[in-house]
């Protein structure tokens, strides 16, 4: 009987040896028993009954510790008691600040798109897909709209909560009128992001957007002034940008 209670404390104690290690980006680490995870959070309570509650987006890493070895940790991206993350993302991205058509004025324009795509690439918070949305460009008296349809990438400088990210954009933009034509459609952008949650986040920076166009204009020659009826154009606009990801 005595060596059935010996075996036993002998494995409580072996037990009570063994602890979780959450280690955050900020390099801050957290020692203790995980009482709850899920793809938005981590909640850590350590030795003396202190509960923590550690956003999955600041989390650098999971893993056990031996108390008399150096801790095992396992990245949380490829940890198996993490419960997946949804793998596709939306955005709804509007822009608007002065625009112009060279030779011709300056005038203001406004942008609206809507992103799907997949929400992690190599590993990395980057978002990669496709998007849709509507483009107008307002000169004098004169408006120019669009239907660009692009292919998208959202990538963050850094993986973190607070993070600088660069927007790359590229398609076509169809013209919505029979007096011009559309064209290459581009845009960057440079933003301040901020991860909400695992799932969301918000975006503010700058814009700068490109779409060539073939329209009617008069143009000057040795003889006089002819209507040219589709000289290529390019339109150009920079402003400011908001997005919500979720």
């Known amino acids: 009987m005595r060596k059935i209670f ?5 494995l409580l104690i072996t037990l009570s040896m063994s602890a979780e ?3 955050m980006k900020s390099g801050k680490r957290y020692t203790g028993e995980i009482v709850f995870q899920n793809d938005e959070v981590v909640i850590i309570r350590d030795a003396t009954g202190t509960r923590f509650q550690c956003p999955m987006a600041e989390v ?3 893993g056990a510790q031996d108390m008399d070895q150096t801790p095992m940790l396992t990245n949380i991206a490829n940890s198996e008691v993490q419960i997946p993350t949804r793998k596709v993302s939306l955005s709804i991205e509007a822009a608007g600040g002065a625009a112009t058509l060279p030779k011709t004025g300056w005038g203001g324009y406004v942008t ?3 992103l799907i795509g997949t929400r992690r690439v190599m590993n990395k918070n980057i978002l990669l897909g496709g998007a849709v949305g509507y483009t107008g460009v307002f000169l004098a008296d004169k408006t120019y709209s669009f239907v660009p349809i692009q292919v998208v990438a959202r990538i963050p400088i850094i993986d973190a909560q607070h993070a600088p990210q660069v927007n790359f954009s590229a398609g076509y933009g169809i013209a919505t009128s029979k007096n011009y034509k559309g064209g290459l459609h581009a845009a960057i952008d440079i933003c301040y992001r901020y991860q909400m949650t695992a799932k969301s986040a918000v975006l503010l920076g700058a814009n700068v957007f490109f779409q060539q166009t073939s329209l009617s204009v008069i143009e000057s020659v040795e003889q006089g002034q002819y209507e040219n009826p589709s000289a290529g154009r390019c339109l150009v ?5 908001f997005a919500i990801v979720f």
């Open 112 to 114: 609206a798109d809507f």
């Open 21 to 23: 290690v959450v280690l």
């Open 60 to 62: 650098r890493s999971i």
């Open 237 to 241: 606009g920079i402003g400011a940008k």
């Open 6 to 10: 010996v075996l036993i404390g002998l």
